[in-house]
């Protein structure tokens, strides 16, 4: 039986027996990811279970995000549906910093990794608000509201305008490309 957790080290060891699959946006996948890593976006998740299923028959699965956060909330999913899996501990981020391989396809212009999204979109708004506070002062309401919104991100290790950005379309996977992943999964 797999652990829940491995470090990054661990899983270089085993990554030749791992199945491994990657819960980041496509956007963050393509900007390096393990090697041999399949991308399932978390919000994709229960689409794939059946393949995933079919997969744990061949080995064990480790799940892995950025940090870790992700993937240990991709593993208590599967959990719930029968599926054991392990999460890579510190994520991407914990492997590439003590230098295992991190695989980016040649040719592909990634869009922004989900974070400096978020900074992006945080940061114009808190700007937005505190410029037209200057005229109409209620607008200094949304700078108050996106700080609200960081503190419970940070407090809850969770964040909502991640999974609203989740959604556009540069960070979802092509169809083709999601079917193509559950179809190797699955065979």
Same mark, same amino acid.
């Given at each position: 039986? #797999?652990?829940?957790? $491995? ?6 060891? @085993? ?16 900007? /390096? ?15 794939? $279970?059946? +393949? ?6 061949? /080995? ?5 995000? +950025? ?15 029968? #599926? ?6 510190? &994520? ?9 391989? #991190? ?19 945080? &940061? ?6 505190? #410029?037209? /506070? @200057? ?12 700080? /609200? ?37 699955? &065979?």
């Amino acid at each position: 039986m #797999i652990p829940t957790a $491995l470090t990054a080290d661990q899983a270089s060891a @085993r990554l030749h027996e791992l199945t491994v699959i990657d819960v980041r946006t496509p956007g963050e996948y393509v900007s /390096g990811h393990l090697p041999g890593a399949h991308n399932i976006p978390l919000d994709h998740l229960d689409a794939a $279970l059946p +393949a995933l299923r079919t997969a744990t028959d061949r /080995g064990d699965l480790l799940v892995v995000c +950025a940090s870790g956060a992700r993937s240990a909330q991709a593993c208590r999913h599967l959990a719930g549906h029968g #599926i054991a899996a392990a999460t890579l501990t510190g &994520g991407t981020t914990a492997w590439a910093h003590l230098g295992h391989d #991190i695989h980016r396809p040649a040719d592909t212009r990634a869009p922004w990794a989900m974070d400096r999204q978020v900074r992006l979109v945080a &940061g114009s708004l808190v700007l937005t608000g505190l #410029i037209a /506070g @200057r005229r109409w002062n209620p607008a200094r309401w949304l700078s108050a509201g996106v700080a /609200g919104g960081l503190v419970f991100s940070a407090l809850t290790n969770t964040c909502g305008m991640a999974k609203i950005l989740a959604k556009l379309p540069h960070n979802q996977p092509r169809p083709s490309d999601l079917d193509a992943t559950l179809t190797a999964l699955a &065979g």
